[in-house]
T-cell receptor, first 116, second 111 residues
Framework: DSGVTQTPKHLITATGQRVTLRCSPR?????VYWYQQSLDQGLQFLIQ???????AKGNILERFSAQQFPDLHSELNLSSLELGDSALYFC???????????????FGAGSRLTVL | GEDVEQSLFLSVREGDSSVINCTYT??????LYWYKQEPGAGLQLLTY?????DMKQDQRLTVLLNKKDKHLSLRIADTQTGDSAIYFC???????????FGAGTRLAVHP
């Protein structure tokens, strides 16, 4: 158990639907990161939050949004789902901040989304 | 820009050494990382190296960094079947330290 909790583990839904993936970071970590892992795109950085504020944005589609709540858990919302959104979505957490040494990311086990 | 490249596959015999290579583009990266992903699991940190180091050794793992060529390698000595996994190289990028990952190298260890 890495200490990063992601729910649900598996999710099957239809095109056009909307889903929410949830992440609880490791105790003491302030930064949360979302990554998408698909067969043809590898591991793509989506978005990063630090202590409730968005800090970096990667290849995140406009149909996707995320937020980090005051208790530091984060949610990734995926809407108007398409077949190509089927992937593993990973959440990672770290101590974060600008000066944080190696800032090692700890990953959750992932949420596998299948869009039919 | 931010880009990390790795070869996709490596096959080695049990007991041999494995060398996984990676190139990165962000010359300002202060830390570089190796993560391992076993089937059905998340990514697990193996090791990392600070950019002012050339080499770091941790038991069977040796990391070599050539900052001039922006080349990173991971050597696994005495490779075992339990080392079969996908290995990801990552560079730290940006002020808030997000990691940019390569596509991963699938290591297959055969008897």
């Amino acid at each position: 158990d890495s200490g990063v909790t992601q729910t649900p583990k598996h999710l099957i839904t239809a095109t056009g639907q909307r889903v929410t993936l949830r992440c609880s970071p490791r105790s003491g970590d302030l930064s949360v990161y979302w990554y998408q892992q698909s067969l043809d795109q590898g591991l793509q950085f989506l978005i990063q939050y630090y202590n409730g504020e968005e800090r970096a944005k990667g290849n995140i589609l406009e149909r996707f949004s995320a937020q980090q709540f005051p208790d530091l858990h984060s949610e990734l919302n995926l809407s108007s789902l398409e077949l190509g959104d089927s992937a593993l979505y990973f959440c990672a957490s770290s101590v974060g901040g600008i000066s944080s040494g190696a800032n090692v990311l700890t990953f959750g086990a992932g949420s596998r989304l299948t869009v039919l | 820009g931010e880009d990390v490249e790795q070869s996709l596959f490596l096959s080695v015999r049990e007991g041999d050494s494995s060398v996984i290579n990676c190139t990165y583009t962000d010359s300002s990266s202060t830390y570089l990382y190796w993560y391992k992903q076993e089937p059905g699991a998340g990514l697990q940190l193996l090791t990392y190296i600070f950019s002012n180091m050339d080499m770091k050794q941790d038991q069977r793992l040796t990391v070599l960094l050539n900052k001039k060529d922006k080349h990173l390698s991971l050597r696994i000595a005495d490779t075992q079947t339990g080392d079969s996994a996908i290995y990801f190289c990552a560079e730290r990028s940006g002020g808030y330290n997000k990691l940019i990952f390569g596509a991963g190298t699938r290591l297959a260890v055969h008897p």
